[in-house]
């Protein structure tokens, strides 16, 4: 093998521009963007116009709000974007003051301002449209007549559907209608008589099971009649997610459903609340239309009947469908694999983008006729010694198809290289293949990575993603097993230098992995998941019953809580471990990976924590990223000398 250049570790984390966020308005793109003011977490929402990347950004909210949404402890989606009378009005939730804003702006014709800002000329100033309050907004807001904005708020653990008047400041809400438990997905159609939107009850994650709601409205704003869809008409199946419900017509509703086992699309038809009815459904294998929905405003699906867009993972790959008057017409070929926050506006797209060799990027398409799409601004500028994923299936627990990508060294220090073998998050997330620089910095100093899509990794089916209820810590620690095993066996690895890295929920799989087996010589995580105990009466409201499904009940599951949780395990744990964790962290209390560090010194097990006073459940400082990734080296060229 040819040595190559050792990837510098602040390459990996290279300050580089990220689109926040993004959205499309007439020929304007929007996005959010931190601000560089010492000591603050300020930022801004900013706009250029499309297909111009070298033109002079416009700010356009100034630089006093913290723009960001808590809704449901994970947020998502901050702002919204309406075009109104033909302006265009913004609408954001910001944090210092506990509060939704808007301002309105006017339009200028594209040709006057050419490369340079202002593209929009503000009407005034930003105005503070409700009183500060305890309690974390959507930003799917709707905009009814043009005066009335609908919206969600999470007040004390319980989710309201409110209104107010636009025109009005500081002003109290007016609820409408006090949920049950969970909602979300809030949309209206085209002329603005109907509301839609999903609600999910305990012990469900809305990826499990969830219902799809219609409400009409009368002359007054008021809600004059919901319904819950009757699922019978789709399926007989007793559970069935709903994905971004989203309106393309006056009376046309797509949305994706995993009664197949995949998330497909389906269009409903709704005339009015007494008469919805199927108008079409898709159904393919191996096609997923849909994601968990840990954050809000998670966008595949974009434009309106007579040119839709959806984004589709299908097998490796993910791809972008054109479907008109609700028939398939193309698949648009692009030169990347993983594509994420479609939205469109007339004749263009945006979206994110990346593949194996090029990192995300924001990607601006100009549809210029039905067969031909002009990409600009996107060429792929492949970095010198990449080591690309390799797609592979394996034999997992239970003599399961299991999928991991797998990367190898592109440098040869060693006889058989070592292996570092990743558990991602969530655990309902997945690796997608893509440029990965940190992967690419282990890489060039001579490591095998392998990524594992345990068992309960999504994007792969209902089926696959169900493996884990009721054995997490059981089928993805033993896939990550297998996956090593089978290496080994292969002689592709030194089975002498193996090494297990997990964040928060990845961080459970990883110590799970390494109890009572030498497979693993040591183990690199942040903000891991230790106490399952723990987590199940102090974690926030949206997955305080999450571990119903990948445990079990509480009540009846004590024993299995108490043995899936590492810090429980001390003396099964003989491998070196090194921690990172944050101690802003809401979701998994910093003192429980400093517990667990301690009972494994007086084990007399080599063991490091680091902590960071102002980091919470996912690093976002990039001096910090830069310190764990060469504390990181450190660790390991001290454990294998």
């Known amino acids: 093998m040819i040595n190559h250049k050792e990837l510098n570790v602040k390459s990996v984390y290279k300050d580089k521009k990220f689109f926040s966020e993004t959205n499309i308005i007439e020929d304007l793109i929007f996005w959010k963007e931190r601000l560089n003011i010492a000591g603050k977490k300020n930022n801004a929402i900013f706009t250029r116009p499309i297909n111009n990347p070298n033109s002079v950004t416009q700010n356009l909210t100034g630089d006093q709000f913290s723009i960001t949404s808590l809704f449901h402890g994970y947020g998502g989606q901050s702002y919204k974007c309406i075009k109104s009378n033909n302006q265009l009005l913004i609408v954001w939730i910001d944090q210092i003051s506990k509060s939704i804003w808007i301002n309105s702006f006017k339009f200028i014709n594209s040709e006057d301002y050419k490369d340079h800002s202002p593209y929009l000329i503000s009407n005034d100033q930003p105005r503070k449209l409700t009183k500060s309050i305890t309690g974390n907004f959507d930003a799917s807001f709707v905009l009814i007549e043009d005066k009335t904005l609908f919206g969600l708020i999470e007040i004390h653990n319980v989710d309201y559907l409110f209104k107010v008047d636009i025109f009005k400041e500081e002003q109290d809400l007016i609820f409408l209608k006090k949920f049950n438990n969970f909602a979300g997905s809030l949309s209206s159609n085209i002329s603005e008589n109907l509301l839609s939107w999903i609600e999910w009850d305990f012990p469900f994650m809305p990826w499990e099971n969830n219902n799809l709601f219609f409400a009409e409205l009368d002359n007054n704003c008021e809600l004059e009649n919901s319904i819950k869809l009757d699922k019978e008409i789709i399926s007989n199946c007793e559970k069935i997610s709903f994905f971004q419900p989203y309106w393309i017509s006056d009376n046309l509703l797509v949305c994706s459903e995993d009664s197949s086992g995949w998330w497909n699309l389906i269009f409903f038809?709704?005339?009015?609340?007494?008469?919805?009815?199927?108008?079409?459904?898709?159904?393919?294998?191996?096609?997923?239309?849909?994601?968990?929905?840990?954050?809000?405003?998670?966008?595949?699906?974009?434009?309106?009947?007579?040119?839709?867009?959806?984004?589709?993972?299908?097998?490796d790959n993910w791809i972008l469908e054109n479907y008109q008057?609700?028939?398939?017409?193309?698949?648009?070929?692009?030169?990347?694999?993983?594509?994420?926050?479609?939205?469109?506006?007339?004749?263009?797209?945006?979206?994110?983008?990346?593949?194996?060799?090029?990192?995300?990027?924001?990607?601006?398409?100009?549809?210029?006729?039905?067969?031909?799409?002009?990409?600009?601004?996107?060429?792929?500028?492949?970095?010198?010694?990449?080591?690309?994923?390799?797609?592979?299936?394996?034999?997992?627990?239970?003599?399961?198809?299991?999928?991991?990508?797998?990367?190898?060294?592109?440098?040869?220090?060693?006889?058989?290289?070592?292996?570092?073998?990743?558990?991602?998050?969530?655990?309902?997330?997945?690796?997608?293949?893509s440029l990965n620089p940190e992967v690419q910095f282990w890489t060039s100093r001579g490591w095998c990575v392998a990524e594992v899509n345990y068992g309960g990794s999504s994007s792969f089916g209902k089926e696959y993603r169900n493996r884990l209820n009721g054995n997490w810590g059981i089928v993805d620690s033993m896939d990550c097993r297998a996956l090593v095993k089978i290496l080994i066996s292969e002689e592709l690895v030194d089975k002498t230098k193996v090494v297990a890295l997990g964040n928060s929920a990845g961080g459970l799989t990883v110590f799970n992995a390494l109890c009572g087996d030498t497979l693993f010589k040591a183990a690199i995580c942040k903000y891991p998941v230790l106490d399952l105990n723990q987590m199940h009466f102090h974690t926030h409201r949206f997955e305080k019953d999450y571990l119903n499904s990948l445990i079990g009940n509480f009540e009846d599951n004590k024993d299995q809580y108490f043995d899936r949780s590492p810090i429980n395990k001390i003396k099964q744990i003989c491998q070196p471990v090194l921690i990172f964790h944050g101690k802003k962290d809401f979701v998994i209390d910093y003192r429980i990976s400093y517990e667990f560090h301690e009972k494994l010194l007086n084990n007399n097990i080599y063991s490091e924590i680091h902590l960071y006073q102002e980091e919470g459940h996912g690093f976002k400082d990039l001096k910090n990223k830069i310190n764990c990734l060469n504390i990181s080296e450190k660790f390991l060229k001290k454990i294998f000398n």
């Open 269 to 315: 038809e709704v005339n009015d609340l007494n008469n919805i009815h199927i108008r079409k459904r898709i159904s393919k294998e191996f096609f997923e239309y849909g994601l968990p929905q840990w954050v809000s405003g998670i966008s595949l699906f974009s434009g309106l009947k007579d040119n839709f867009y959806c984004l589709a993972k299908h097998k």
């Open 325 to 433: 008057n609700l028939h398939f017409v193309r698949k648009i070929d692009l030169p990347y694999t993983t594509l994420s926050d479609l939205k469109s506006y007339a004749s263009n797209l945006i979206l994110k983008a990346s593949n194996q060799v090029c990192e995300e990027k924001l990607i601006e398409l100009e549809i210029k006729s039905l067969h031909k799409i002009q990409i600009k601004q996107n060429k792929i500028k492949p970095l010198e010694s990449i080591s690309q994923a390799e797609s592979i299936w394996f034999e997992g627990f239970d003599k399961r198809k299991t999928h991991a990508w797998i990367y190898k060294p592109t440098n040869s220090y060693f006889q058989k290289p070592p292996l570092m073998v990743k558990a991602h998050s969530g655990p309902t997330g997945y690796f997608n293949g």
